[in-house]
């Protein structure tokens, strides 16, 4: 749950208080008659910063998180990193049978050297042609004929240049990377499972380096919080805006302190509220994914007399 501090001013005036120490009503005095002055006890006008918040319920997920699948399918050779551990963009995590792939590749490269080699005859008929041509030996259609092969010849050559980058690429899918830095899950397959390219989700990894916590603003609360000026102190473009604090429990002390820099572009229909996003530091790793029904408080201060 969030406390958003909100900014209402609001004046509070000192009142006057008059104490009038008057005569007993008893018997006479050598003060009867007399007059008392008045005593008057009064407070002058103190200038403070005070602060006026709300509270609002957050969710908090990582700044980034991936689920890991084979772009290509196999039976699953290894698994390269142990279940839990932190690891970097680029480590090796998983290792699909390569041989079917390198068997395809080498087909691929056995078929772009055949269309090489029907380029360069098609090259060498194509430049008799035009001296038989050129020699009034043979008609413009046999010419005609040499050109749309060799045209013909260098379109397969392209293709198999094209099959040669396909195999290439699956053969190097085969071993399967981390896209980026975090905490990995647990192995989804075991070895020897059988892979399905674009399906079998194998792990996920989470970088919690950094967490944002989401929470939503009631019609109510965006109008007051856009008259107080809130909205122009966030820069989505520079992610800067104002500092924002969170309690993982209700009554707890420890606060995290972070950054409200994003708003959403629309009032949702369905829940009549605006999504509101602060990030936070985590490289103490005290913040995980997931939690929910924090406190968080938003301090913009606002002098007022009282």
Aim: overall charge negative; hydrophobic content about 40%; glycine content about 6%.
């Amino acid at each position: 749950m969030f406390n958003l501090k909100r900014i209402n001013a609001a004046t509070y005036t000192s009142a006057a208080s008059l104490l009038l120490f008057l005569c007993g009503c008893g018997g006479e005095s050598e003060n009867s008659g007399s007059k008392d002055t008045p005593e008057v006890i009064f407070t002058r006008p103190v200038l403070k910063d005070v602060v006026l918040w709300d509270e609002y319920t957050a969710k908090i997920e990582a700044v980034a998180s991936v689920d890991i699948r084979a772009q290509v399918g196999g039976y699953l050779k290894s698994v390269n990193f142990k279940e839990g551990q932190n690891i970097k963009k680029g480590d090796l995590l998983f290792v699909i049978d390569p041989r079917p792939y390198e068997a395809a590749l080498a087909s691929a490269e056995a078929e772009l050297a055949e269309a090489k080699a029907r380029v360069e005859l098609a090259k060498t008929n194509l430049e008799r042609a035009k001296e038989l041509y050129a020699a009034d030996v043979v008609a413009k259609e046999f010419l005609d004929t040499r050109n749309c092969e060799m045209l013909s010849s260098e379109a397969v050559l392209e293709s198999a240049k094209a099959k040669v980058r396909n195999a290439s690429l699956n053969l190097e899918y085969t071993s399967i990377s981390a896209p980026m830095s975090g905490k990995v899950s647990e192995s989804f397959v075991d070895i020897g499972n059988l892979i399905v390219a674009d399906q079998t989700k194998l792990t996920r990894i989470v970088d919690n380096s950094s967490v944002q916590a989401y929470f939503e603003l009631s019609e109510r609360d965006v109008v007051a919080y856009r008259d107080c000026g809130l909205f122009g102190k966030i820069d989505i473009d520079k992610g800067t805006g104002p500092k924002i604090k969170l309690r993982l429990f209700e009554n707890s002390a420890k606060e995290y302190e972070g950054i409200l820099n994003y708003f959403d572009n629309e009032i949702s229909q369905e829940s009549a509220s605006l999504t509101m996003r602060a990030d936070f530091d985590n490289s103490k790793k005290q913040l995980s994914s997931g939690m929910y029904e924090q406190f968080m408080s938003l301090d913009i201060p606002l002098k007022m007399r009282f």
